[in-house]
């Protein structure tokens, strides 16, 4: 069975300050992974994804990730956060993006001035 | 565009009672998928439809949840009778059929307290 690990479930950082994600996940085949970015009263919004090729995929907002196969992680990474970056962000996995996702339970960003 | 819409966005409803949640996609989209988050937890998926079918419904928790898409359109998750542990926030996105990286775009939620 696939699941999603985020070990940081509150994270809070200055702002300017550069800011790193943690996400593991065990999945049988090549996985789809996905972060998305749940600003209050808002839905999931996808930040990027990664299917194949490069392992370090750019997303919106100045969000990049990395894969790291030997180490079934898939860390999102910003190298200076904004305050309009609080909000919860979620890690997933799945087969492929038209299936079910399996999402990790969320690390929640804090920014302080 | 307008995006994934869901109705209502709150509700508070007792125990035993009978809740129904819409979901209105992005017009053209297939693919209707149905997640909750439960206390806090996980986001967990409920079931994907394509048009009007069910094509995956193993993440439903039991036959007190039943959802419909009739006319492969708008859907529904309804909710009868509700009970304490459903309550949490009912996620829907949509997405386009076709190529295996078409994104899954989600509505803001509705989050359900059953007291």
């Known amino acids: 069975a696939q699941s999603v690990t985020q070990p940081d479930i509150h994270i809070t950082v200055s702002e300017g300050a550069s800011l790193e994600l943690r996400c593991n996940y065990s999945?049988?085949?090549?996985?789809?992974l996905f972060w998305y970015v749940q600003s209050p009263g808002q839905g999931l919004q996808l930040l990027l994804k990664?299917?194949?090729?490069?392992?370090l995929v750019q997303g919106i907002k100045g969000f990049e990730a990395e894969f790291k196969r030997s180490q079934s992680s898939f860390n999102l990474r910003k190298p200076s956060v904004h305050w309009s970056d609080a909000a919860e962000y979620f890690c997933?996995?799945?087969?492929?993006?038209?299936?079910?996702?399996?999402f990790g339970g969320g690390t929640r960003l804090m920014v302080k001035p | 565009e307008a995006g994934v819409t869901q109705f209502p966005s709150h509700s508070v409803i007792e125990k035993g009672q009978t809740v129904t949640l819409r979901c209105d996609p992005i017009?053209?989209?297939?693919?209707l998928y149905w997640y909750r988050r439960v206390m806090g937890k996980e986001i967990k998926f409920l079931l994907h439809?394509?048009?009007?079918?069910?094509?995956?419904e193993s993440g439903m928790p039991n036959n007190r949840f039943l959802a419909e898409r009739t006319g492969g359109t708008y859907s529904t998750l309804k909710v009868q009778p509700a009970e304490l542990e459903d309550s949490g926030v009912y996620f829907c996105?949509?997405?386009?059929?076709?190529?295996?990286?078409?994104?899954?775009?989600f509505g803001p939620g509705t989050r359900l307290t059953v007291l």
């Open positions: 439809f394509v048009k009007e079918s069910k094509q995956d």
């Open positions: 017009s053209g989209h297939d693919n």
């Open positions: 996105a949509s997405s386009q059929p076709g190529l295996p990286d078409n994104e899954q775009f």
């Open positions: 997933a996995v799945g087969n492929n993006a038209g299936n079910m996702l399996t």
């Open positions: 990664y299917f194949s090729g490069d392992t």
């Open positions: 999945y049988g085949a090549t996985p789809y």
